[in-house]
């Protein structure tokens, strides 16, 4: 067992250098990750990008709670916008809590499919869009609503189906199967 | 006698499906309980090509009781028979299931009716129907008392049974005195000077117009539509995995896996409990439609992308499992260029 938790943080360090740059995902809090994936650019998954932030703690339970943690270690591709827990405290008083809640878990998956867009966009190809289409651009989100790109300044602007926005924040962490971008803001699509 | 058999037909796929499913056994009512069990035969003629199944727990407990499962209690296919609703709604729901697919098909459309399409498409999506008369749970009952598995409500006891309304119905106020949106949801659906939000343990929220009483959305909870831990709906007896998730994913003794809403769910066999999530996906690309709204962005996984690039001639973009080929000029999705899984 310790062989095997050794042998993982070898390989998390050795993601962490492939992903160069990506400083943030660094800061494991313990979670040793599990089978990594043998192709894409690092061997970390979406789900352990996740548990291997302290940003997306509270992200990482509701992940674990709404029962995606297989959607975001499987084979298929995913780009998730990560509320960050500066996010969550936005939410109104008790929402973080009541949306984690058992008898939530139907609200819980629909706020979380909100945040997720099928395939790998990565922050060059969200800035590309955007540019070619004059500004903005619009992904349509697993939740089945779509999402709007803008920016402002230099910052990436998410705007949700009900008008709620979000900043991109921080550096994107790249996954065998996907890609994480931070978000200041939960986007509960309404 | 043609209809006799039809009943007893449906009747013995009804009861036995699940059960051959639990078992890892045949569907359909087969009464094959010996031989070896397996996730290809179950599948409705979705082609070969898959792996042989896997019989983690052995075989050993195949024969007898897929064998008394294909052949229903007399008591049960008689309450079956009695109850022509029942049987009305099982029909009907396979009938949805198979008018969901056809929508599936390449459609042409152009313009704004293909916006307006799609939109209809989407909202659909994120408010699933489930209100098409008796709710009815996929078989599972049988684990109810057997009182209760008889209504086929999902074993909700005398009472506890509630009406359920349509988008666009008006809603009856009076049904839901008593009742408050649960805690856990107040903030996110608090009422406004246009909408009210009514709950009644239905396991849905309503959203309906201050003015007219109309309902305007139907937002499902636990107990209503797809959840985690909540019982597969009925109509999701046989698999019914897109091709491209096959190979990962399929059914043995341990899992059995269904598509529906958009996502692949992981069931429990013994309970028809929902677990887990195990690929969500966004259904909007088809061959031969154009590229949808939403694909702004080149969105190909890594080890893809040496080979398809954005260029004058052709864009590439990727949803639920496939690569598409994009025409870069008129925007027409022309082929699925790479299955991932």
Known sequence: MKKSLFTAALLLAACQQEEGGNASASDSNGAAPRTGAESGPTKTNLLQALGASQEHKTLAKAVETAGLTRTLSGAQPYTLFAPTEAAFGKLPAGAANGLLAPEAKGQLVAVLTGH???GMVTAADLGRAIERGKGKAQLATVGGSDLRFSKDGDAIVVTDAAGGQARVTGTERLASNGVVHS???VLTGK | MRNLVLLVGTAALAIAMPAGAEKGGQGGGHGQGGGKPGKVERGSGHGGGGKPAKMERGGGHGG?????AARPHKAERQAFRAERPERRAFRENRRAIRDERRHDQ????SGDDRRDFRRVGRDDRRMPDFHSGARRFGGYDRFCPPGLAKKGNGCLPPGQAKKLFARGQRIERDRFEGY???????SFYRDTPDHYYSYDDSGYIYRSDRGSDLISAIIPLLGGGFGIGQQLPAGYDAYN????????YYDTDESLYRYGDNAIYEVDPQSGTIEGIV?????DLNVGQALPDGY?????????????QDGDDYNYRYADGNIYQVDAKTQMIQAIVEMLA
């Open chain 1, 116 to 118: 997720i867009v099928p």
């Open chain 2, 64 to 68: 007898g009781q897929a064998a008394r």
């Open chain 2, 180 to 186: 408050r949106v649960p805690a856990a949801y107040q």
């Open chain 2, 279 to 283: 690929a969500l996906l966004a259904g």
């Open chain 2, 296 to 308: 702004d962005a080149y969105n190909l996984p890594m080890d893809y992308r040496d080979e398809y």
């Open chain 1, 183 to 185: 978000v200041d803001g």
């Open chain 2, 106 to 109: 390449v459609v042409h459309r």
């Open chain 2, 241 to 248: 995995l897109p091709t491209q998730y096959r190979d990962d």
